[in-house]
């Protein structure tokens, strides 16, 4: 992998490559919102060094959700680090949200955040 | 619109409701012009059963045949695969998506997502819009959207999901093919046919006794009637191919054209012309009556008057039948070297009945024979009911008649079941010949008749049919006291009455003879008795006059003795 990290991310996490996202949403639908939301949150959290994310909207860019095969809204692509992840849904599943990303499980800490 | 709505009650609904040519052959007749046009329909059935093919055959048809685009989308293959799936067809995919007319969006479900939460398949919609939009198309198929269950297991939601796109659709006024795996008591594994209740179409593909048959049937049209059958339909070139008996058209020319049999006695049991060109033409009989010889000598017939003829054999091979007709000297090898004679022979167990008559009907088509033989239809009924005999057999003569080919078919019978599928047959064709073993004095001999031949005089009479080193001819049988006398007992027959006819004349002379014989005898009696009367007069006539002779000479001495004694009486006074 040729990404070029910065500096910090590279410090705080030498082995693990900086998180890339893809979400897609539908407009300003409550669901798609609600998950948006939880997303940054979570990873705000759990992934400090930083996180690229790039949000879709299926009818914005309609090509990107044909040549990605995207059907459910929202879909969350994890790019990289590989092997590439899909998930859908609004992200209530926080606990298996963060293990399927790699990212490191709250101990304590309840599912959800906020609303 | 077509002859399947012959009792339509709602010919108004009817005559209104628009509709979309699906250009699959038989489909658009039995549901009187296609799917409901703007609508989604479904198309269920089993896997394997043809419903992908159904669906892109109902697009591609639409971009080259009737100017409508569409849009596959299929959640089953990838797309090379689709492209490669309908390879064998006649459909060219790359083509139509060059042109625009068509646009496969293949989307494989990923089986490993993650379901985290509340979801919905906005971007079905998404998708979908934006390649209908890109082509401009009119027609689309969904293949097949029971994978969208297996893939969410959300049943709720997915339902919810597709009701919402099926409004969608609707609204767009796409005509829709929705494709759909059959469930355990259900049409669709998911109960999708709530929701498509204008036009549903169920395809099943049976085995019955190793032989696949597929059928369709369509179980629903909302606002139209359809034929209500279930037809058997088959896979060729073109793609499906529904066989809609009742719906067919009886409007093709009829030719009063004849052509003979190759048979002398047998033209000249069918009032001495032979059959009519394009006609149907069934020769029945069980094992060994020489059916295949008839059907040869059809062909050698037709050799003679330079016409193509196709010889389909599914019981014995080129060689054998070269074989066998030489024996009764009949040259075929000649004409199969002339290129007029082509013979196709296949085991009937290599395909499936649908197979068969795909394949048959290629071959008609690339030869355009005016002449084509089926030898023995019955061995391609092996397995297959009744039904589908008939069916395609029905099918396979109207589509030779239509073509003007003549058709010569053999029936083995005596198969068991077979036998209602033969009476079936038989109202189909035109001619029908039975050839009929006739035994008795020791013997088993070949009697022909005519069971009927339609548009024609024909005779009533079985006769004899021989097969010897010259060739085949037709006799005229003998009735004798005991029935109808074939074989050595006709020739028994024949030679005792000549025998008997010649001593009739022999005894009428006799008696001829004899009595001018008799004549004579008693005319030479007469002549006979006459010369002993004339005798016998003469003699009596002489001895007559002797008497009167001497009765004079008596009476004379008297007289004078008398005068001498009155001169002395006279004295002495007495």
């Known amino acids: ?115 | 619109m077509t002859s399947a709505e012959v009792d339509d009650p709602d010919e108004e609904l009817h005559s209104w409701l628009p509709k979309s040519p699906t250009g699959i052959r038989g489909f658009d007749e039995i549901t009187g012009g296609g799917l409901p046009a703007g609508r989604p329909s479904l198309v269920c059935g089993p896997p394997g059963a043809g419903k992908s093919l159904f669906a892109l055959q109902f697009l591609v048809n639409g971009a080259t045949r009737y100017a409508e685009p569409g849009v596959f989308l299929t959640f089953e293959e990838k797309r090379d695969d689709v492209v490669v799936n309908v390879g064998s067809l006649e459909f060219d995919l790359d083509g139509l998506e060059g042109d625009g007319r068509l646009m496969v969006d293949a989307l494989m479900l990923e089986p490993q997502v993650v379901d985290t939460g509340e979801f919905d398949l906005a971007a079905l919609m998404v998708r979908l819009a934006w390649a209908v939009e890109k082509v401009g198309a009119k027609r689309v198929a969904i293949d097949n959207v029971e994978a969208l269950f297996a893939a969410f297991n959300r049943p709720a939601l997915v339902r919810a999901e597709l009701m919402r796109l099926f409004r969608w659709l609707k609204d767009k006024g796409l005509t829709t093919v929705i494709t759909g795996e059959r469930g355990a008591g259900t049409l669709t594994r998911h109960g999708v046919e709530e929701y498509l209740s204008d036009c549903v179409v169920v395809l099943d593909d049976r085995v019955v006794q190793d032989v696949a048959t597929r059928r369709l049937r369509v179980l629903k049209y909302r606002g139209s009637t359809h034929g209500r059958n279930e037809y058997p339909f088959l896979i060729g070139a073109e793609g499906l191919e529904v066989l809609p008996i009742t719906s067919l058209g009886l409007n093709q020319e009829v030719s009063a054209d004849r052509v003979s049999t190759g048979v002398a006695g047998l033209d000249e049991m069918l009032g001495g012309k032979g059959v009519f060109r394009g006609s149907g033409v069934l020769v029945s009989g069980s094992s060994g009556t020489g059916k295949t010889t008839i059907a040869a000598c059809f062909a050698d017939a037709a050799c003679r008057r330079g016409e193509s003829v196709l010889f389909f054999s599914f019981e014995e091979s080129e060689s054998e039948i070269h074989r066998n007709m030489a024996s009764i000297g009949l040259d075929l090898n000649g004409w199969v070297d002339s290129g007029l004679l082509q013979f196709h022979c296949e085991r009937p167990t290599t395909r499936g009945l649908e197979d068969h008559l795909a394949m048959m009907q290629r071959l008609i088509q690339e030869r355009a024979p005016r002449l084509v033989v089926i030898d023995p239809v019955s061995s391609l009924a092996r397995g297959a009911t009744a039904f589908d005999v008939s069916a395609m057999l029905m099918r396979q003569v109207y589509y030779l008649k239509a073509a003007g080919i003549t058709a010569v078919m053999t029936v083995l019978t005596g198969e068991g079941g077979l036998q209602e599928s033969i009476t079936n047959i038989s109202s189909l064709v035109d001619t029908s010949l039975e050839v009929v073993i006739l035994s008795g004095f020791g013997e088993r001999n070949r009697g022909l008749y005519v069971l009927k031949s339609r548009g024609m005089a024909h005779s009533n009479q079985i006769r004899e049919f021989l097969l010897s080193d010259n060739g085949v001819d037709v006799v005229p049988v003998v009735i004798g006291a005991d029935g109808v006398l074939t074989g050595s007992a006709r020739i028994a027959a024949e030679s005792a009455e000549r025998a008997n006819a010649e001593g009739v004349i022999l005894e009428s002379e006799e008696l001829a003879q004899a009595l001018r014989r008799r004549r004579e005898t008693v005319d030479a009696h007469v002549a006979t008795l006459r010369a002993d009367f004339e005798a016998e007069e003469g003699l009596t006539q002489r001895l007559i006059q002797a008497s009167e002779q001497r009765q004079e000479a008596v009476r004379q001495d008297r007289l004078a003795q008398g005068l001498r004694r009155t001169v002395k009486g006279s004295d002495q006074g007495s």
């Open chain 1, 1 to 115: 992998m040729s990404t070029a990290f910065p500096p910090e991310a590279q410090e705080r996490a030498p082995t693990a490559e900086r998180l890339q996202l893809t979400l897609f949403v539908s407009g300003a639908s409550p669901t798609s919102s609600r998950a948006l939301h939880r997303l940054r949150d979570m990873c705000d959290r759990s992934f400090a060094s930083g996180y690229d994310l790039k949000v879709v909207d299926i009818y914005e860019q309609p090509d990107e959700v044909v040549s990605r095969g995207v059907l459910a809204v929202p879909t969350l692509i994890k790019e990289l680090p590989l092997p590439v992840r899909v998930l859908i849904g609004d992200f209530t599943d926080e606990p298996r949200v963060l293990a399927t990303l790699g990212l490191p499980t709250p101990k304590a800490d309840s599912a959800t955040t906020e609303g």
